[in-house]
């Protein structure tokens, strides 16, 4: 099932039973080298997630409704596109936020730069409306990090993710890293679980 609003842009998207995506932005702060995106291609299994525009917070909510009325609620609502999520900070937060006040969990996928987007307390903001983070730190250091994420801001981006990860384990529900086993080395993977561990939480291999 999927749930469109009323372009043909695919805002919302059920790609595990039960459990609803909200595709929010194809912008991202970085170009990892495994991303679909730097090949042009949005296609996720069955979905095109390439977006034409951004859309305002409240055509999630008409695309989401449908699915709330059902007597059966959604397991839960991750924000995850082939974009950042968090550039889209005001959006993100009222759409969580009108999701959570529904009794039904969020979890956000991101790439940890959204307090270097914003330069302010992101982490706070969430913890009102988030319950689990999936932070990409796609590597054990720095200069690993330049070579998988590309990311636009350069070497500083990488204390930024750190430092999100870590107030996110503090101040969140539940907060974890994730890597793409294939773009690292063995060495690299324990590396960054080490990482991982040293900042509270665990590493989820992709
Ligand atoms: S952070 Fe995610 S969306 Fe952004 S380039 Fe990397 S894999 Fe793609």
């Not at 170009?31 to 042009?40: N, P, V």
């Not at 759409?95 to 307390?121: C, K």
């Amino acid at each position: 099932m999927t749930a469109r609003a009323h372009s043909r842009d695919c805002l919302v998207y059920e790609y595990r039973p039960n459990t609803l995506y909200v595709n929010l932005t194809n912008r991202c702060t970085n170009e990892c080298l495994f991303c679909a995106r730097s090949g042009g291609e949005y296609r996720l299994g069955c979905f095109d997630l390439r977006l034409a525009a951004e859309h305002p917070a409240a055509d999630y909510l008409s695309a989401l409704e449908p699915r709330f009325a059902r007597a059966s609620l959604p397991r839960e609502v991750v924000f995850c596109g082939y974009g950042e999520p968090t550039l889209r900070i005001d959006a993100l937060i009222e759409i969580a936020g009108w999701v959570r006040s529904r009794g039904v969990p969020v979890r956000l996928n991101t790439n940890g730069q959204a307090e270097l987007i914003h330069r302010t307390d992101v982490v706070s903001m969430l913890a009102a409306c988030v319950d689990r983070v999936n932070v990409s730190l796609n590597a054990p250091d720095g200069a690993s990090y330049l070579r998988v994420s590309n990311p636009v801001a350069g070497e500083e981006s990488w204390r930024w993710v750190v430092g999100f990860l870590r107030r996110a384990v503090r101040s969140l529900p539940e907060a974890w890293a994730s890597v793409v086993g294939e773009a690292l080395t063995a060495e690299e993977v324990s590396a960054a679980r080490e990482l991982a561990g040293f900042c509270g939480t665990r590493l989820l291999v992709r």
